[in-house]
């Protein structure tokens, strides 16, 4: 009996062909998966040179400067430094900053896509913050338009860096007089030596003259020579524990010294008998994102930036 016998050459043609397909799709799998993954790579770098510059632009704004940034933090943030940044809109909260590079594709030539244009946007608010997390003590509006040198925002200047003496019962002023309500000197409730506050809410007095009794053994020296953000209150109400503050707004306070009580003292005299705190009022921007704005706020010369959802 005769056998048909298929020649060996076609056999290893037909091979050859399906290797060669094989071949291209595994080229096509490999530039899909290795230029996806640097693009990844450099997106993100692109996303942080966004948010950079978003929140840089933003911060400027809230110091009255509006500076744009967006170029040099785009650069800053590409590993290679090869990227772009600009302003979408105007120089107006909120901003958005988009940036953009190009990127060579390293497999992807093979299948015609030799490079791809990567982008990527950040938008950053700033205003004055309604409320959050501060110091529990507070001081008068008086208190702080004497201590400031009757400071106005509205015209545009930066509060001084002349130190001042407030004193915990000061009765100089003309009303909103001073920080004693009966029994109470300006300490608020709080947990651990923080008072959550919001602008046109009243705010329990924390009575007595030693300090708040949620600072009870707080070490104050960590506080001095930085920004801590303080209430200003512009009425009060009851006195004794029943007194109450009513908040206006946020204003940061730099401590140089302090008498709170005998064993809570620094760089003062005449303590524990002139309750007091010296230091200065500054033009501060928060940057944590944990303080509500509201664009009804009284600015105090706090600012506070996020970046918007």
């Given at each position: 009996m005769r056998r048909l016998i298929r020649p060996a050459s076609r056999q290893r043609g037909?091979?050859?062909?399906?290797?060669?397909?094989?071949?291209?799709?595994?080229?096509g799998f490999a530039a899909?998966?290795?230029d996806l993954g640097g693009a990844y790579s450099e997106h993100q770098q692109l996303q942080n040179g966004a948010d950079a510059g978003a929140l840089a632009i933003a911060q400027s704004c809230a110091l009255g400067d509006c500076v744009d940034s967006s170029d040099k933090y785009a650069k800053a943030n590409k590993l290679d430094g090869q990227a772009t940044g600009?302003?979408?809109?105007?120089?107006?909260?909120p901003v958005t900053v988009e940036t953009s590079s190009v990127r060579k594709n390293w497999f992807g030539a093979i299948i015609g896509v030799p490079t791809s244009t990567l982008t990527a946007r950040a938008t950053a608010e700033w205003g004055?913050?309604?409320?959050?997390?501060?110091?529990?003590?507070?001081?008068?509006?008086?208190?702080?338009?004497?201590?400031?040198?009757?400071?106005?925002?509205?015209?545009?200047?930066?509060?001084?860096?002349?130190?001042?003496t407030i004193h915990l019962i000061e009765k100089t002023c003309t009303p909103p007089a001073h920080n004693e309500v009966a029994g109470g000197f300006g300490w608020l409730t709080g947990i651990n030596c923080?008072?959550?506050?919001?602008?046109?809410?009243?705010?329990?007095?924390?009575?007595?003259?030693?300090?708040?009794?949620?600072?009870?053994?707080?070490?104050?020296?960590?506080?001095?020579?930085?920004?801590?953000?303080?209430?200003?209150?512009?009425?009060?109400?009851?006195?004794?524990?029943?007194?109450?503050?009513?908040?206006?707004?946020?204003?940061?306070?730099?401590?140089?010294?302090?008498?709170?009580?005998?064993?809570?003292?620094w760089n003062v005299t005449k303590c524990p008998a002139d309750k007091?705190?010296?230091?200065?009022?500054?033009?501060?921007?928060?940057?944590?994102?944990?303080?509500?704005?509201?664009?009804?706020?009284?600015?105090?010369?706090?600012?506070?930036?996020?970046?918007s959802a």
């Amino acid at each position: 009996m005769r056998r048909l016998i298929r020649p060996a050459s076609r056999q290893r043609g037909a091979t050859a062909v399906i290797v060669a397909i094989s071949m291209m799709a595994m080229l096509g799998f490999a530039a899909v998966a290795i230029d996806l993954g640097g693009a990844y790579s450099e997106h993100q770098q692109l996303q942080n040179g966004a948010d950079a510059g978003a929140l840089a632009i933003a911060q400027s704004c809230a110091l009255g400067d509006c500076v744009d940034s967006s170029d040099k933090y785009a650069k800053a943030n590409k590993l290679d430094g090869q990227a772009t940044g600009q302003v979408v809109g105007t120089l107006a909260s909120p901003v958005t900053v988009e940036t953009s590079s190009v990127r060579k594709n390293w497999f992807g030539a093979i299948i015609g896509v030799p490079t791809s244009t990567l982008t990527a946007r950040a938008t950053a608010e700033w205003g004055w913050p309604s409320g959050g997390a501060t110091l529990p003590l507070t001081f008068s509006w008086c208190a702080f338009r004497e201590a400031t040198g009757g400071w106005d925002v509205a015209l545009g200047d930066k509060l001084p860096d002349t130190e001042t003496t407030i004193h915990l019962i000061e009765k100089t002023c003309t009303p909103p007089a001073h920080n004693e309500v009966a029994g109470g000197f300006g300490w608020l409730t709080g947990i651990n030596c923080s008072a959550t506050v919001y602008a046109d809410n009243w705010v329990l007095s924390d009575p007595g003259n030693d300090g708040s009794t949620s600072c009870k053994d707080f070490d104050w020296t960590a506080l001095l020579s930085k920004p801590v953000l303080v209430p200003i209150f512009e009425e009060t109400t009851g006195s004794g524990s029943n007194a109450m503050y009513k908040i206006k707004g946020l204003a940061a306070f730099e401590i140089s010294g302090y008498c709170f009580a005998q064993d809570a003292q620094w760089n003062v005299t005449k303590c524990p008998a002139d309750k007091q705190i010296k230091g200065h009022f500054t033009d501060y921007v928060d940057l944590s994102g944990d303080y509500t704005i509201d664009a009804n706020a009284t600015h105090f010369g706090v600012a506070t930036v996020k970046l918007s959802a």
